[in-house]
């Protein structure tokens, strides 16, 4: 029998288009079998801090996935249990693996402040190696929120002000964590927190985040579509209220733009109890309230400590005919559909001993120190007093609370990592100079939040004894001593862990303690000074940056962190990193960002206070370098394009050379910035859109090339609501900062 074209495609195409995903017919085929309770249990998340009793909420399948277990053998442990329950469901297992698991990485800002997302990938990929290795499946990573607000504590977590570094950022960790497929060294990823969370007024962490839709839309949320888009297979909620309606609650948020708009078919997770906020929030009734506005809005999993509102009220609400069982059915299908995809039905129990090996693995070591070294800034070199010379500084003093601090400069979200295993600022410069006696070390003031941290339970240091009004004169006056007798003071300030991070917002940006007074004290011993920072947000060194000659942000680098700062100060590496966020000169100034709508004086743009400047201490993109670099010879493929054929795809090609005029090699970040001059509404002064880190010997010189399309020129319009591609004419410059100064323009013309 000839079977015709139309036959045969229908034999051998439709079917397998027709054919279910198998982790869809899986779920399915589970959520067939499921009781009702079971069925609350897999969108039940619970924290499983030691002695918290859920062994048995496992073993009858009331709960589905758990948090914070990182020993393997408790893990196996749990998923025995689970596999005692009717269905034998595995657990999955969740855990904030944000810049590392045991090995530790420069906190996210540190790592945004490389430009280099091929860094960020792979630093995630060990992360994520590290974490599945002890059985974790799910980091709640990467953290996008635009901040704009240095008081906020957690800018340290994401990847600074700007939507297109943001996104690029985004994709890279998305993609670092989950591979191409999700295979046995991956996790899945979360990215969080939907949405807005950076926006909280005042910069005080969980506050009102009031956002016009302008904003959202060309600045917050980008980076949430660009890890959509990457194929990330979760979403965290955000705490706070999103223009009076709380994002666990937003249906516009969770169903509207993620899910109709941007197609994202993973699952969305509570933040932690982020569920029962909604009745303080003002919002929701009571806790069945709460679970009923959570689930209709498209929160898939409720995170909580212990039984949370989905677990002791959605049977009643379901039995009332509040909600329907269909409803529950779609909150657990893709929660069931990812552990398929995780292979944990084949697997969910992990090998000890391989996990033991993997976080040992020295290769793990050796990227966390390069990583740590290309996230650095060199935010000052006056008179090239770096990098130093062992010739001639051969005496130095290391002085400070952060120089020799083996958890602090972990940062926050790194509590796996092991004291033990870092590498101080002062270990650093020890084994640079090797001879005994060459360095001196002093820690000069004790630094101390005067607040409790919800992370102290967690801290694996005590904190040392405060000293005494006596003990304090002498060791300032230990660390003046010290430096008077150096050829260089290498001063270590900053913050300690847990000043930056979640519930560590401030008021003040100045260095916290008695550190400014350290600072003034060493620097008037007349001894040349180099001041590291370890820290997660920019702070108050306007004084340091007219008295301190030479100025480089470490961020909060990690396990290798002091091996990678010993190499940029004596010139084995040579810093590259560029500022992802705007630097005040001080908290007067905040929010300040380079990408702000010109306001009706061009010429009085630094002269917005009457009082102040009101230019930052450092631009956006800014960094220096050992070698000196030179942008030249912009050009574009075209002047005018029309609009419809740049809809359908067309581009501008733009192209600049680079050169090293300098004599030793380094990395520069070339960037482009783009500004429409007129529309439908005000557009910012300037946007990145485009940015290359690139490697050049000493006279080396390449040619960057980048594109401009519709994704990079498109925006949403306060004035006509809606994505728009206008005709009109842009401004294009290049250059190695946000000051970009190499000119260029093109119009987009009406078809
Ligand atoms: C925290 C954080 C969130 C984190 C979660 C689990 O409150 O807001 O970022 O992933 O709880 O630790």
Redesign the pocket.
């Known amino acids: 029998m000839r079977l015709g074209l139309p036959a045969l495609v229908a034999f051998f195409v439709l079917p397998a288009a027709a054919q279910p995903d198998p982790a869809t017919a899986k779920a399915n085929a589970l959520l067939a079998q499921l009781t009702l309770e079971e069925k609350i249990g897999q969108i039940s998340q619970f ?1 499983a801090f030691p002695g918290m009793p859920i062994d048995d909420a496992v073993k009858t399948g009331r709960v589905g996935s758990l ?2 277990v990182t020993d393997p053998k408790e893990i196996n442990r749990l998923q025995d249990l689970a596999a005692q329950s009717r269905l034998r469901i595995p657990l999955i297992f ?3 693996v ?1 810049h590392g698991f045991r090995t530790i990485f420069p906190v996210p800002l540190g790592m945004a402040a490389s430009w280099d997302p091929a860094l960020v990938e792979g630093a995630q990929a060990i992360a994520a190696k590290e974490a599945r290795a002890v059985g974790i499946h799910w980091s ?2 990467p ?1 996008v929120d635009i901040a704009r607000d240095p008081r906020w504590g ?1 800018i340290v ?1 994401g990847a600074g002000e700007d939507p297109y570094l943001g996104a690029a950022i985004a994709r890279a960790q998305v993609k670092g964590f989950q591979g191409d497929h999700i295979g046995a060294d991956h996790v899945l990823a ?1 990215v ?2 939907f949405a807005g ?1 950076g926006a909280a007024e005042g910069g005080r962490d969980y506050d009102a985040s009031n956002i016009a839709d302008t904003q959202l839309w060309n600045v917050h949320l980008p980076p949430f579509r660009a890890a959509v888009q990457a194929g990330v297979g979760s979403v ?1 909620s ?2 706070m209220d999103l223009n009076d309606v709380p994002a666990t609650g937003n249906r516009w948020l969770m169903h509207d733009v993620l899910r109709q708009s941007w197609g994202f078919k993973g699952f969305v997770v509570s ?4 569920v029962k906020s909604l009745v303080p929030h003002g919002f929701a009734r009571d806790g069945a309230d709460a679970a009923l506005r959570a689930l209709h809005a498209g929160i898939n999993m409720e ?1 909580t400590f212990g039984p949370g509102d989905y677990a002791k009220t959605l049977a009643s609400s379901v039995e009332a005919g509040r909600v329907s069982v269909g409803q529950i059915d779609d909150a657990v299908r893709p929660i069931l559909e990812a552990k398929v995809r995780l292979g944990l039905f084949d697997t969910a129990k992990v090998d000890e001993a391989r996990a033991a090996r993997v976080l040992a693995a020295p290769e793990h070591r050796v990227a966390a120190r390069v990583a740590a070294e290309r996230s650095a800034v060199l935010l000052r070199n006056e008179g090239s007093l770096l990098p130093l010379r062992p010739t001639a500084h051969t005496k130095l003093a290391v002085i400070g609370p952060l120089a020799d601090a083996p958890y602090d400069q972990l940062g926050s ?1 790194a509590f796996l990592g092991d004291g033990a295993e870092t590498v101080t600022v002062l270990a650093g410069i020890r084994a640079k100079l090797g001879a005994q006696g060459a360095v001196e070390f002093a820690q000069g003031v004790q630094i101390r939040r005067t607040t409790p941290s ?1 992370f102290d339970i967690l801290k694996r240091y005590k904190d040392p004894e405060p000293w005494s009004e006596a003990q304090a004169a002498e060791e300032l006056a230990k660390a003046v001593a010290a430096a008077r007798r150096a050829d260089v003071a290498v001063l270590v300030l900053g913050e300690l862990q847990y000043m930056s991070g ?1 519930q560590a917002s401030r008021s003040s940006l100045d260095l916290p303690g008695r550190q400014q007074e350290l600072l003034e004290a060493v620097v008037a011993t007349g001894t040349p000074v180099v001041l590291v920072l370890v820290n997660g947000r920019p702070l108050n060194i306007a004084w340091a940056s007219r008295h301190v000659p030479a100025i480089l942000e470490a961020w909060f680098p990690g396990t290798q962190g002091g091996a990678a700062v010993a190499s940029l100060l004596f010139g084995e590496a040579n810093p590259g990193g560029k500022l992802p966020i705007t630097w005040p000169k001080h908290v007067g100034q905040v929010p300040i960002y380079y990408s702000h709508n010109l306001t009706q004086k061009h010429e009085d743009q630094a002269k917005r206070y009457w009082d102040d400047p009101s230019e930052p201490l450092y631009a956006f993109g800014h960094g220096l370098s050992y070698a000196k670099f030179a942008v030249s010879a912009l050009a574009l493929n075209r002047s005018e394009l029309a609009q419809g054929a740049m809809s359908r795809g067309q581009q501008i090609e733009i192209s600049v050379d680079v050169e090293n005029t300098g004599t030793v090699a380094g990395d520069e970040v070339v960037q482009l910035y783009v500004h429409q001059r007129a529309g439908s509404a005000s557009r910012p002064i300037r946007e990145l859109k485009g940015f290359e880190r690139v490697s050049l010997a000493p006279r080396e010189k390449k040619t960057v090339r980048f594109a401009l399309g519709a994704d990079e020129l498109r925006y949403w319009s306060g004035a006509l609501r809606r994505f728009v591609l206008e005709p009109e004419t842009f401004d294009v410059w290049v250059g190695t900062d946000s000051k970009a100064s190499l000119h260029g323009s093109f119009k987009l013309v009406p078809d």
């Open positions: 924290f948090l914070f969740g855990f904030d944000i709640f990573a953290m957690r977590e979360c969080k927190h969370y965290m955000a705490y933040d932690a109890d982020a995170m979200w919800i979640e």
